[in-house]
């Protein structure tokens, strides 16, 4: 009762601090006067002087920037973080020992510094978030909001789940296994923002019997309308490229965020995986690619939630010991895997996470099992000499923790929830028609995460890896189960720059000028839309204005009377005659020593019908998914319109969309690129052969105009007036334009 009447009182105070402070109505603002120290303009001053300890104040000013630092002076010293920034005020977090009285504030930038205003009397908030020790919990905390503790929250370790309660505290009995806690967001909240990355989880003492107090805070914000970015494969490494793998990622997706979603509540960032890539992280980065690769997003306007890909792992993991074929499902096998996983979730988070946005539950979840043997050792062509590199090897599968896991999340979702899970490796194969090989053994794994979804009404996985777009249902799930295996930010591991360059390794067109995935679509991400359940998606191509992706650029077109030519002489014939006979050199670093890659000359468009054309749709979505509609193909010529979203115009009616083809700018940018400068590719990285969805129809004339429309799922059209001959890029001359 003591401490009860104690925080009434605290409460009270501050309450009358703040009713007089309402009363003020005039702001003292004192800009620094030397013009060349202005850095921000339009200044408010503080939004308001009743501080919350470790929570955030806001200042109203334009110009601000992720990396400035604010400095309160006064009874004591203080720099300040800033943790978001809008067009007319930015936030800063609040120290969490401040001490309440009289600052001036200024802001920093470089070796620039600005005064902003004061001195302002600062009053704190009195609260108290510290938990009592129960004596037997290892994990305990609250979680609060506005100084007040919320109840109904769930916190985790990775493992098991309890809930607050007894206003916003939490006990967890953990084995630390994961060395996380963290909170399942609650509809109608955010968490801070650190640098872009979400503060909703905490690194624990890798000691079970250590018992100890993480808090997590809360920030009420109506987020049932809200915009979800998903990217994946951005693959940082920091190698040896011309323009460098950091430099196309900063001029193109990181500055298009900024642009795109800076000042705009309630927006979102997931990544799914390959953030960074093993293999280079101790040649180019000293082990620190984690720590480099989140330095990248540090300046985005959105949070940055993750989950890990096969190549977010250690290849150092395991390397004391030599591990290598350890029985699967044995506990020095799940201990490998959480070695090599241990640097992602001590600088990114947690690996399996999951939050409720508006009426949407998301989760996002790792599954790949890091085997990493040391049978053959480093064999990639830029990292041969790591002796501490394993093999990298690695299976498609769920941890059957992870599985109970999410079981146990699930069961506080709605079975009317749309779910929207998140994952690196897709669920299934390149056809589409079963589920992917790559999980191998783990079959079984795969069958089980998918049954714990078969009875909602809408859930959509989306999934990353193979660089390209398939979008398709799950066979024998009905309608709503859907999978959107999406293409990647970095397209073909931010090589096809240089082949859309001057044709010099050393000298390229700008950065990102012509960034392609395997399958032919531009590098880029999804943008997923939400008001209340519904949703809506299209892929965002990078470097294209936002309108113009929504006005045309969801497919391209080509000529194939033109793309045959090519391939007739100078580099394409060269290419082809190689390709076609004796086979290219396989360089991946997987491939069976002295073997070489082949493949057909109509697999690559040479020996099309006259007058074929096709269309690359790189959003086409197979089958159905729940209550929304379907996609169509058509094609307009001489005034006649023909349907072509599932059979070829050819005599047979050839089924559309095309299997077994390759994009033909891909193919020019990578496939061909590389074997003229190089004699040699891999196999992994070469242009998809089964991109699902490019559409085949034959004019009746050369020189005939056709009118394409693609319309998706939600009613929007994409129209081109095709113009024939259409010229084919031969990569002769820089080419900066998806047109």
């Given amino acids: ?79 300040c973080e800033i943790t978001s920034v809008g067009e007319t005020n930015f936030k800063f977090r609040v120290p969490g020992d401040l001490v309440g009285g009289e600052y001036s504030f200024s802001i920093k930038r470089g070796e620039t510094v600005q005064n902003i205003g004061g001195p302002w009397t600062i009053a704190v908030r009195a609260f108290n978030p510290n938990v009592p020790d129960d004596g037997k919990s290892s994990l305990r ?68 019997s250590v018992r100890e107090q993480h808090n997590f805070e809360l920030f009420k914000n109506d987020n049932t309308n809200h915009t979800v970015l998903v990217a994946t494969d951005i693959h940082l490494s920091n190698r040896n490229l011309y323009p460098l793998d950091l430099t196309q990622f900063s001029a193109g997706f990181v500055n298009e965020v900024k642009a795109n ?13 390959d953030f960074a890539w093993d293999i280079y992280w101790y040649k180019y980065w000293d082990g620190k690619a984690l720590e480099n690769a989140t330095a990248q997003i540090s300046g985005l306007p959105c949070q940055f939630w993750s989950t890990m890909g096969n190549h977010d792992n250690d290849g150092h993991a395991g390397w004391t010991t030599k591990m290598s074929n350890i029985p699967y499902g044995t506990d020095e096998y799940w201990a490998k895997d959480l070695e090599a996983s241990k640097p992602f979730r001590t600088v990114v988070g947690p690996t399996h996470i999951s939050m409720n946005i508006g009426k949407v539950h998301y989760i996002l979840v790792d599954d790949i099992n890091y085997e990493n043997d040391y049978l053959k050792g480093s064999t990639e062509e830029d990292a041969t000499g790591d002796e501490k590199m394993g ?149 965002k191509a990078v470097g294209v204005n936002k309108t113009t992706v929504l006005k045309s650029k969801q497919f391209k077109t080509y000529d194939m009377n033109e793309v045959a030519a090519y391939y007739k002489t100078g580099k394409g014939g060269a290419f082809l005659t190689a390709i076609t006979g004796p086979g290219i050199e396989n360089s991946a670093s997987d491939a069976v020593p002295g073997s070489r890659i082949k493949a057909t000359a109509k697999s690559y468009g040479a020996e099309e019908e006259t007058n074929t054309v096709w269309i690359n749709v790189w959003g086409f979505e197979k089958g159905d998914f729940a209550g929304y509609g379907k996609c169509s193909v058509k094609v307009i010529e001489d005034g006649k319109t023909t349907d072509i979203t599932e059979k070829v115009n050819d005599a047979a009616g050839t089924v559309n969309p095309i299997e077994g083809y390759h994009d033909p700018l891909s193919a020019v940018t990578f496939d061909v690129y590389r074997y003229t400068t190089r004699g040699k590719f891999s196999s992994n990285s070469m242009s998809r052969g089964y991109a699902n969805h490019i559409f085949k129809y034959i004019a009746k004339s050369p020189k005939s105009t056709l009118t394409i429309v693609y319309t998706d799922r939600f009613g929007n059209t994409y129209r081109e007036q095709m113009q024939r001959p259409k010229k084919f890029w031969d990569g002769t001359n820089p080419y900066y334009t998806l047109d």
Wanted: proline content about 4%.
């Fill in 261 to 273: 979603y800076t000042g705009q509540k309630s927006v979102y960032c997931f990544n799914l995986g």
């Fill in 391 to 539: 093999d990298r090897n690695y299976h498609a599968g769920f941890r059957p923790d992870v599985i109970e896991w999410l079981r146990k999340d699930l069961s506080y979702v709605d079975k009317s929830t749309p779910v929207v899970v998140g994952f690196h490796i897709p669920l299934l194969n390149a056809l589409g028609n079963a589920f992917n090989g790559e999980f191998g053994t783990n079959m079984q794994q795969l069958y089980d995460f998918v049954n714990l979804f078969k009875d909602f009404s809408e859930v959509n996985f989306i999934s990353g890896h193979t660089h390209v777009n398939r979008m398709r249902p799950l066979p024998g799930y009905g309608k709503n189960l859907y999978e959107h295996n999406i293409g990647s930010v970095c397209g073909i591991w931010w090589n096809t720059s240089q082949g859309s360059g001057s044709g010099n390794s050393n000298v390229n067109g700008p950065a990102g000028s012509l960034n392609l995935c395997s399958d032919g679509a531009p590098a880029g991400y999804m943008v997923y839309e939400v008001q209340g359940t519904s949703r809506s998606w299209y892929w």
């Fill in 141 to 208: 905390g609250m979680v609060y909001c506005d100084s007040k503790g919320v109840d109904g929250v769930l916190v985790t370790d990775g493992v098991n789940f309890t809930e607050t309660k007894d206003g916003g505290k939490y006990y967890l009995a953990s084995d630390k296994r994961y060395g996380v806690v963290y909170i399942v967001l609650p509809s109608g909240y955010d968490v801070a923002t650190r640098k872009a990355m979400p503060q909703f989880w905490a690194a624990t003492n890798d000691d079970s």
């Fill in 1 to 79: 009762m003591r401490n009860w009447i104690k925080f009434v009182s605290a409460v009270l105070f501050v309450g009358l601090m703040s009713a007089g402070m309402t009363g003020c109505t005039k702001t003292e603002v004192n800009p620094g006067n030397d013009p060349s120290s202005t850095i921000l303009t339009n200044i408010g001053g503080l939004q308001s002087r009743l501080f919350t300890l470790n929570g955030e104040a806001v200042m109203v000013a334009s110009g601000a920037q992720l990396t400035d630092v604010i400095t309160m002076t006064g009874t004591n010293t203080y720099d």
